[in-house]
């Protein structure tokens, strides 16, 4: 959670371990307002941070029946934080993008508290666009992303830097593999991918004679191998970080969250984005990352074909390593931090 990156920088930034209060650390007192989804309160406040949730419509560039509901959920939205920022009257307030954000950011900004947006994708989505405007400072996680270069300022995209901790034993340990084969993570996004999972399904009797394959398939959606060098998750949390100690090779989705966590961990990958209208973020997320020379993009080609030349080109998967460890921004959710506590 990306925000939770950020708020972990500003109590960093503050340079002590005192609370005052809960949602305080030495002066930073944060408060999170989110979505009615249960998972992401049960994030925020095992982070110690107190959470707010409110009603909030999604802005759709197709029909949806949904056309009908959504402006009644955004002006709900708008008086819940109304009245949640006149209790709390922030001195700051940090739009992490998205339709949440949007009541958020208009109420803070008919009561004329400052706003930092953040984009992560490299396509900005129409609520962002409209807190855009009302926003004191813009930052991006790619490049050219808007043409208001006076507030825009790139940033990367905030990450958990605890991604870096992760034990090789305790990868190990989860999946049952062997440190003696290369292994292979792959996963479809937040919620999975059916097309990933019948594509892993479709090549697995190929690729498991080279690796050990970790497959993160989603909610609801299992797959039918049965191998012992095949593990699948349905989610991973905590646990990801362990995976990624002992990953050699990823194949995944193109979300900009992911993508900045393959550049941290120097992970060599292919990316297949989402196909849809409404996600061509992800395509040119992918092909940002392909220019630098940080990811393939998979498109006509076997997904096997693309994976084992990858593998068996050192030289390749160096040049990757090179690029991806330049596109990484370890310090984003610092360089954010900053900008908020100077506003």
């Known amino acids: 959670m990306p925000n939770l990156a950020i708020a972990t920088a500003l109590r960093s930034n503050c ?10 650390h030495c002066g930073v007192k944060l408060l999170y307002v989110g979505s009615r989804v249960p998972l992401d309160r049960q ?26 509901v959504d402006p009644f959920l955004v002006l709900i939205g708008f008086f819940q934080s109304f009245i949640i920022l006149i209790r709390f009257w922030p001195h700051v307030v940090f739009a992490k993008g998205g339709f949440v954000s949007l009541p958020v950011a208009l109420a803070a900004f008919v009561l004329h508290r400052p706003i930092i947006l953040h984009e992560s994708d490299s396509m900005m989505g129409l609520s962002n666009r409209i807190v855009a405007r009302l926003a004191k400072k813009v930052c991006v996680a790619f490049p050219d992303v808007i043409s208001q270069a006076e507030k825009v300022v790139f940033t990367g995209n905030p990450i958990r830097l605890s991604i870096r901790k992760g034990e090789a034993r305790k990868g190990y340990q ?17 919620q999975g991918a059916q097309e990933i999972n019948e594509m892993v399904e479709r090549d697995f009797p190929r690729l498991k004679s080279t690796f050990q394959v970790v497959h993160v398939t989603g909610s609801g959606k299992p797959t039918a191998i049965q191998d012992e060098s095949y593990i699948s998750f349905e989610y991973l949390g905590p646990e990801l970080k362990h995976i990624y100690a002992i990953t050699d090779v990823v194949v995944g989705r193109s979300g900009a969250n992911s993508l900045y966590e393959l550049a941290l961990m120097q992970k060599p990958n292919i990316l297949i984005p989402l196909k849809s209208a409404a996600h061509n973020h992800q395509q040119l997320n ?30 390749k998967q160096a040049r990757m390593k090179e690029a991806l460890a330049s596109v990484a921004k370890p310090d984003a959710a610092i360089h954010i931090a900053e900008l908020i506590l100077n506003i």
């Open 286 to 315: 992918a092909e940002y990352f392909e220019r630098m020379g940080a990811s393939i993009v998979l498109r006509d080609q076997p997904l096997s074909d693309i994976l084992l030349a990858l593998w068996h080109s050192p030289d």
């Open 174 to 190: 989860l999946t049952g593999f062997h440190p003696h084969k290369p292994v292979l993570l792959v996963w479809g996004g937040s």
């Open 15 to 24: 340079g002590a371990n005192s609370r005052s209060n809960r949602g305080a």
């Open 43 to 68: 994030l925020v406040e095992a982070a110690d941070i107190p959470f707010k949730s409110i009603f909030a419509g999604k802005l759709r560039r197709y029909f949806s029946w949904r056309h009908f």
